[in-house]
C-alpha cells in the first residue's frame, strides 16, 4: 500500500528537519516525510531545487502534501506548484503526481498528515486532517 507523502518547507533547515524527524515517527515509519529547508547553501531561505527534490523522495504514488511554515515559504511552495503546472502543459499524457499544498500549521499539520498517511488516508483525508490541525487547542 501506498501512502500519501508529506514534504515540510521551512526557512530553516534545522526546524524543518526536526519537524520532519517528529512527523516522520507519528508515521510509523510507513510515511515519507522530507524536509525541504533553508536556502540550499545553508543558510535561511527557501529553495525550489529543495522542494522538487524532496518531493521526488516522498512520492510514493499517493501523491505529496506541502506544508509550509510562513512567509516566503508559502510563495515558493506556491511557485512550485505553478512551475509544475507549466512543466505538465508541456508532457500531455506523462503520468504524474498529485502535489498539493496544505493550509495547516507547519508542526501540529506535519503531525496530523503523517497520522493520517500511515492510517492509509487518501490525498483527501490527509490534507483535510493537516489543515483541522488549527483546531487544535493547548488550553
Known amino acids: 500500500m501506498s501512502t500519501v507523502g508529506i514534504v515540510l518547507i521551512s526557512h530553516s533547515r534545522a526546524l524543518a528537519e526536526g519537524a520532519a524527524e517528529l512527523a516522520a515517527q507519528m508515521g510509523v515509519g510507513e510515511v515519507a516525510v522530507r524536509p525541504a529547508g533553508g536556502d540550499g547553501e545553508g543558510g535561511l531561505g527557501t529553495s525550489i531545487d529543495l522542494v522538487e527534490q524532496a518531493v521526488r523522495e516522498a512520492d510514493g504514488g499517493a501523491g505529496v502534501v506541502l506544508i509550509a511554515d510562513l512567509g516566503s515559504s508559502v510563495l515558493t511552495a506556491r511557485t512550485y506548484l505553478e512551475e509544475l503546472e507549466d512543466a505538465r502543459a508541456g508532457r500531455p499524457g506523462e503520468p504524474e503526481t498529485r502535489v498539493v499544498l496544505a493550509?495547516?500549521?507547519?508542526?501540529?499539520?506535519?503531525?496530523?498528515?503523517?497520522?493520517?498517511?500511515?492510517?492509509?488516508?487518501?490525498?483527501?483525508?490527509?490534507?483535510?486532517?493537516?489543515?483541522e490541525a488549527y483546531a487544535f487547542r493547548k488550553t
Open 103 to 131: 493550509d495547516a500549521p507547519f508542526v501540529e499539520g506535519a503531525v496530523a498528515a503523517a497520522s493520517a498517511s500511515a492510517g492509509g488516508a487518501d490525498m483527501t483525508a490527509v490534507v483535510r486532517a493537516a489543515n
